[in-house]
């Protein structure tokens, strides 16, 4: 079974909520109005091996501007899966939901997706999510396998993919996620996710 603190979303929604919350006081812009919200399928519901309905895990940017996530159980209310609204900026939070069956390539393309539906201005949101990778981590920081990194743009920059480009926004800021999920995840496995 896999450890909650190597779920992808665990690792990845928390930087995403941080920028947005550093975003918003640098005065960012978020040019669509009211709920923006994503649904990622998370399995099926079983009784006696046998599937009765839908798993879903919604994620959202709400009214009051924060990020929030909820499982739900489309066949049972009563189900365990299902969760109270969570604060995505809570990592702790994050891991009590199960995020075991997010395909974990629609999971990076969907949350790029969902932030460019945003309409932000692109360039403040990329600063906004560096920022918060390099002040939420004490750096240098040392991975595990001895590997040193002064700050998150190196990281960032190590083995990057040489198709993707900045042209095309949407992979390009999949990439990054990608990059920001395993920078925070690292800093949680050698104790120096601040």
Same mark, same amino acid.
């Given at each position: 079974?896999?450890? !909650?603190?190597?779920?992808?979303?665990?690792?990845?929604?928390? @930087?995403?909520?941080?920028?947005?919350? %550093?975003? =918003?006081?640098?005065?960012? @812009?978020?040019?669509?109005?009211? *709920? &923006?919200?994503?649904?990622? @399928?998370?399995? $099926?519901? +079983?009784?006696?091996?046998?599937?009765?309905?839908?798993?879903?895990? *919604? &994620?959202? =940017?709400?009214?009051? #501007?924060?990020?929030?996530? +909820?499982?739900? /159980?489309?066949?049972? $209310?009563?189900?365990?899966?299902?969760?109270?609204?969570?604060?995505?900026?809570?990592?702790?939070?994050?891991?009590?939901?199960?995020?075991?069956?997010?395909?974990?390539?629609?999971?990076?393309?969907?949350?790029?997706?969902? %932030?460019?539906?945003?309409?932000?201005?692109?360039?403040?949101? %990329? #600063?906004?999510?560096?920022?918060? /990778?390099?002040?939420?981590?004490? &750096?240098?920081?040392?991975?595990?396998?001895?590997?040193?990194?002064?700050?998150?743009?190196?990281?960032? +920059?190590?083995?990057? !993919?040489?198709?993707?480009? !900045?042209?095309? #926004?949407? +992979?390009?800021?999949?990439?990054? =996620?990608?990059?920001? /999920?395993?920078?925070?995840?690292?800093?949680?496995?050698?104790?120096?996710?601040?």
């Amino acid at each position: 079974m896999t450890d !909650p603190s190597e779920f992808y979303a665990v690792n990845t929604l928390p @930087p995403v909520s941080w920028a947005l919350a %550093l975003y =918003l006081k640098a005065k960012g @812009p978020i040019r669509k109005k009211g *709920v &923006i919200e994503v649904v990622m @399928p998370a399995g $099926k519901h +079983r009784e006696l091996l046998k599937a009765k309905g839908e798993h879903q895990i *919604v &994620i959202w =940017l709400s009214d009051d #501007r924060r990020v929030y996530a +909820r499982s739900r /159980c489309l066949y049972d $209310k009563d189900c365990a899966f299902n969760s109270e609204r969570i604060d995505a900026s809570d990592r702790e939070a994050l891991m009590t939901v199960d995020w075991s069956e997010i395909n974990d390539r629609r999971f990076f393309k969907g949350t790029a997706k969902w %932030l460019l539906r945003m309409n932000l201005d692109y360039v403040l949101f %990329l #600063r906004a999510l560096y920022t918060v /990778c390099n002040r939420r981590v004490e &750096i240098p920081m040392t991975t595990q396998y001895g590997r040193t990194f002064e700050e998150f743009d190196e990281y960032r +920059r190590n083995r990057w !993919p040489e198709e993707v480009r !900045p042209s095309n #926004r949407e +992979r390009y800021l999949e990439e990054f =996620l990608v990059r920001v /999920c395993f920078w925070i995840q690292t800093a949680a496995v050698v104790g120096a996710l601040k």
